[in-house]
């Protein structure tokens, strides 16, 4: 073992190893939904946001979900992990896309597409999916980790699964080269957008969003 390297890169190869599913598998999940029950991150900002979101909720209700939600990130994560033995398991995995002629459609025209969603569900499996299928070639805009060590393993989880990335730092005429060569460029569009980004109402505030898809849409008349 690489003892310079990042413990949380460490602890995710270690897993990987031993990522099987069945028992072994939920065993793990249950064991690191614990962990992260214990440790809390960010547990305030997501209690105070379902609290924005549901004003009739309760302290208990409240607390119950971010105890769901951690379940669901390291559900997340153990579907990433076992996909990197066999990424074309995620064709199998997703039964039914509706929609999926629009994705078609998109690359027949030769604009390629750019996709908008959320961080609902596994979003991590759509783009792999994707580039599984065959479709297209897909690029993420994402947020990168500070971590440099964390950053690599990442990106190449996410490549292995056939989903290049993109900074969202990153000039915007990468995204723009992207769409022109007809290829497909996805993006989580329910982060904050900062200074950069335009007010518009949610959830009864005024809050910043980001208005990349669109100006990309604007200029390359891409869907």
């Not at 999940?29 to 614990?34: E, H, L, M, S, V």
Request: hydrophobic share 40%; charged share 20%.
């Amino acid at each position: 073992m690489d003892i310079n390297m990042n413990w949380k890169v460490t602890l995710l190869k270690m897993i990987g190893a031993c990522m099987h599913p069945g028992m072994s598998s939920e065993c793990l999940i249950k064991t690191f939904t614990a962990v992260l029950n214990g440790v809390g991150p960010r547990r305030e900002v997501a209690l105070q946001n379902f609290k924005i979101a549901f004003p009739d909720s309760d302290e208990k209700q409240r607390g119950q979900w971010v105890r769901q939600s951690y379940e669901h990130l390291v559900r997340i994560g153990a579907e990433c992990i076992m996909l990197q033995k066999d990424p074309r398991q995620v064709v199998e995995w997703v039964v039914r896309c509706r929609g999926e002629e629009w994705l078609e459609k998109a690359v027949a025209s030769g604009k390629g597409a750019i996709i908008i969603s959320g961080h609902v569900g596994n979003w991590e499996l759509g783009g792999s999916w994707i580039a599984q299928k065959g479709l297209a070639p897909i690029t993420a805009i994402v947020r990168h980790s500070q971590d440099p060590k964390e950053k690599s393993l990442v990106d190449a989880m996410r490549n292995k699964l056939g989903v290049k990335t993109l900074s969202k730092d990153a000039p915007m005429t990468r995204a723009v080269n992207v769409l022109r060569k007809g290829e497909f460029v996805g993006i989580l569009s329910d982060q904050h957008g900062g200074n950069a980004g335009i007010s518009a109402p949610f959830l009864g505030l005024q809050t910043s969003t980001s208005p990349g898809a669109a100006v990309f849409a604007w200029l390359t008349g891409t869907p």
